[in-house]
């Protein structure tokens, strides 16, 4: 029977197997990811500091100071763009929701280290279920790119799911006068008119 590798482990879930593989393979940025997500900050640390010189391990670092809300590292524009969705969607997905609210709660100093920070946020809290502030992080993203296609879909798509579907509407329009050829926003405005259809023959 062929054994499970760290990667397997990690997927399902079993962190525990997943550090003790990403540890006989010395690595130290998965054995960190691991030890975090175990609530283990301090072993997490501990790999993390082992290869400073490694990025990810860099941004884990970081990371650590974010979820106690110590501000005083700020990551770089590729390390953020990279990995900010994914450590808030880990956290929220695995029920760390402190952390998960003190990552958004330093959302100013992300955004610092790259712009895009607010609907990287809106892209991880639409993900998970969370559509209302997800339309505040697009807002928010949107005061400074205001010509942002992707921006207007995320929030159009929150819309369609609170149920409201003349801003949807409005919101995936604004998505293709910006990028007509957006395949993406074409294909969920035609989704998007088929409700309203539905809606409308269901009040007649």
């Given at each position: 029977?062929?054994?499970?590798?760290?990667?397997?482990?990690?997927?399902?879930?079993?962190?525990?197997?997943?550090?003790?593989?990403?540890?006989?393979?010395?690595?130290?940025?998965?054995?960190?990811?691991?030890?975090?997500?175990?609530?283990?900050?301090?072993?997490?640390?501990?790999?993390?500091?082992?290869?400073?010189?490694?990025?990810?391990?860099?941004?884990?670092?970081?990371?650590?100071?974010?979820?106690?809300l110590?501000?005083?590292?700020?990551?770089?524009?590729?390390?953020?763009?990279?990995?900010?969705?994914?450590?808030?969607?880990?956290?929220?997905?695995?029920?760390?929701i402190?952390?998960?609210?003190?990552?958004?709660?330093?959302?100013?100093?992300?955004?610092?280290?790259?712009?895009?920070?607010?609907?990287?946020?809106?892209?991880?809290?639409?993900?998970?279920?969370?559509?209302?502030?997800?339309?505040?992080?697009?807002?928010?993203?949107?005061?400074?790119?205001?010509?942002?296609?992707?921006?207007?879909?995320?929030?159009a798509?929150?819309?369609?799911?609170?149920?409201?579907?003349?801003?949807?509407?409005?919101?995936?329009?604004?998505?293709?006068?910006?990028?007509?050829?957006?395949?993406?926003?074409?294909?969920?405005?035609?989704?998007?008119?088929?409700?309203?259809?539905?809606?409308?023959?269901?009040?007649?």
């Amino acid at each position: 029977m062929t054994s499970l590798s760290a990667k397997d482990y990690f997927y399902k879930k079993d962190y525990k197997s997943a550090l003790e593989e990403f540890k006989k393979e010395e690595n130290y940025y998965g054995a960190g990811l691991c030890s975090l997500l175990l609530c283990d900050t301090k072993n997490a640390q501990n790999f993390w500091s082992v290869n400073k010189n490694c990025p990810a391990s860099r941004w884990g670092l970081c990371i650590l100071d974010y979820i106690q809300l110590k501000t005083d590292k700020i990551p770089t524009f590729f390390q953020t763009r990279a990995q900010l969705e994914v450590y808030l969607s880990l956290f929220i997905e695995n029920n760390l929701i402190e952390w998960a609210q003190n990552i958004v709660s330093c959302c100013e100093f992300f955004f610092r280290a790259n712009p895009e920070s607010y609907k990287f946020i809106a892209r991880a809290l639409y993900a998970n279920g969370y559509f209302q502030l997800a339309i505040n992080f697009c807002k928010k993203s949107l005061r400074f790119f205001y010509s942002d296609p992707e921006a207007f879909l995320i929030m159009a798509q929150c819309q369609f799911l609170l149920a409201d579907l003349a801003e949807a509407l409005d919101s995936v329009n604004r998505t293709l006068a910006i990028a007509p050829s957006y395949y993406p926003a074409k294909l969920f405005r035609g989704i998007l008119l088929e409700e309203i259809e539905k809606k409308r023959a269901k009040e007649i």
